[in-house]
């Protein structure tokens, strides 16, 4: 999938399918460098080509968000997995050293807007995930109250499976389930908010978590980790094409990789490997990632 880095004092140890993970080489078991590579992941799949420039978009976009969330809005602080160490120059830009967490299975998805797979199974049964929603809803509506609508995350090359809150309780335990579901939806409301301030709407976004048991108490403390609020991991639409947009198509104008999903449902059939992307794909997208961290940062 990736081809390793030569990087001093690190050695590889896992690729997922745009991350890939070193290990410092002195055995240090508490550390991490998490690089961010460009490809591009859709249903489950890792596209080709990437997306040039996408790594060090998506660290910029996380790194900012996890200094709002550490206090940086003036909210309350949320604990993340950043160690704050200076990165090797050889991934400067496109890297995080993180700490060392036990990852939960468990993908945290809080959404505000009704779209994508939600939309579908809504038109089904009136319901997302299995959550019971109001009559009448278009797609792109706004929910009356956000929803936590969880994902086990499967192992690389199984599909994400959408789960209920009682298997993430089976998962996780009952404590921890409910501490995941609570602080999912609070951060969610928080970069809503954020975002609503900078002209955009955050539709839904996922969410992990891990813990880290090298501090005090028996438990250890819950970390947000890996990517946080990015493009790839969130919906962002513009406000105002959503607030005077009269088709699904102009409401949800995309700062995402939306625009990759859009082309590839519409020439693939979800079997075998998928096409490649055409570069006016890839050119629209990357314009979309810088065009966000704009408007966020502005």
């Given at each position: 999938m990736s081809e390793a880095l030569d990087i001093p004092g690190w050695k590889h140890v896992y690729s997922g399918k745009v991350r890939d993970l070193y290990a410092p080489a002195d055995g240090d078991e508490t550390r991490m460098l998490v690089v961010a590579s460009d490809r591009v992941s859709a249903f489950d799949h890792v596209l080709a080509p990437g997306i040039p420039g996408k790594g060090a978009l998506l660290t910029a976009l996380s790194l900012w968000w996890f200094e709002q969330l550490a206090g940086g809005d003036g909210g309350q602080p949320i604990a993340n997995h950043l160690t704050g160490e200076r990165v090797p120059d050889e991934v400067a830009g496109r890297?995080?050293?993180?700490?060392?967490?036990?990852?939960?299975?468990?993908?945290?998805?809080?959404?505000?807007?009704?779209?994508?797979?939600?939309?579908?199974e809504y038109q089904d049964s009136g319901t997302v995930c299995g959550i019971p929603l109001p009559e009448g809803l278009q797609d792109g509506d706004r929910l009356p109250e956000p929803?936590?609508?969880?994902?086990?995350?499967?192992?690389?090359?199984?599909?994400?499976?959408?789960?209920?809150?009682?298997?993430?309780?089976?998962?996780?335990?009952?404590?921890?389930?409910?501490?995941?579901?609570?602080?999912?939806?609070?951060?969610?409301?928080?970069?809503?908010?954020?975002?609503e301030a900078h002209g955009l709407i955050l539709a839904d976004t996922k969410f992990e978590f891990g813990i880290d048991a090298a501090v005090e108490g028996e438990d250890g403390i819950l970390r947000l980790a890996d990517e946080v609020l990015t493009s790839d991991s969130s919906r962002y639409w513009d406000a105002e094409a959503w607030r005077t947009g009269t088709t699904p198509k102009d409401r949800m104008a995309s700062f995402d990789k939306q625009i990759v999903r859009d082309w590839l449902a519409a020439n693939w059939d979800k079997q075998g490997t998928p096409p490649a992307l055409p570069a006016e794909i890839v050119d629209r997208t990357v314009a979309r990632y810088r065009e966000l961290i704009g408007k966020l940062t502005a």
């Amino acid at each position: 999938m990736s081809e390793a880095l030569d990087i001093p004092g690190w050695k590889h140890v896992y690729s997922g399918k745009v991350r890939d993970l070193y290990a410092p080489a002195d055995g240090d078991e508490t550390r991490m460098l998490v690089v961010a590579s460009d490809r591009v992941s859709a249903f489950d799949h890792v596209l080709a080509p990437g997306i040039p420039g996408k790594g060090a978009l998506l660290t910029a976009l996380s790194l900012w968000w996890f200094e709002q969330l550490a206090g940086g809005d003036g909210g309350q602080p949320i604990a993340n997995h950043l160690t704050g160490e200076r990165v090797p120059d050889e991934v400067a830009g496109r890297s995080m050293i993180v700490r060392s967490l036990q990852m939960l299975p468990v993908e945290c998805v809080v959404r505000g807007y009704l779209t994508g797979s939600g939309w579908l199974e809504y038109q089904d049964s009136g319901t997302v995930c299995g959550i019971p929603l109001p009559e009448g809803l278009q797609d792109g509506d706004r929910l009356p109250e956000p929803i936590y609508t969880p994902a086990y995350k499967a192992p690389l090359g199984e599909h994400d499976e959408n789960i209920s809150f009682e298997k993430t309780v089976e998962l996780v335990g009952t404590e921890r389930a409910a501490q995941l579901r609570d602080l999912s939806l609070a951060i969610y409301r928080r970069a809503a908010a954020t975002a609503e301030a900078h002209g955009l709407i955050l539709a839904d976004t996922k969410f992990e978590f891990g813990i880290d048991a090298a501090v005090e108490g028996e438990d250890g403390i819950l970390r947000l980790a890996d990517e946080v609020l990015t493009s790839d991991s969130s919906r962002y639409w513009d406000a105002e094409a959503w607030r005077t947009g009269t088709t699904p198509k102009d409401r949800m104008a995309s700062f995402d990789k939306q625009i990759v999903r859009d082309w590839l449902a519409a020439n693939w059939d979800k079997q075998g490997t998928p096409p490649a992307l055409p570069a006016e794909i890839v050119d629209r997208t990357v314009a979309r990632y810088r065009e966000l961290i704009g408007k966020l940062t502005a």
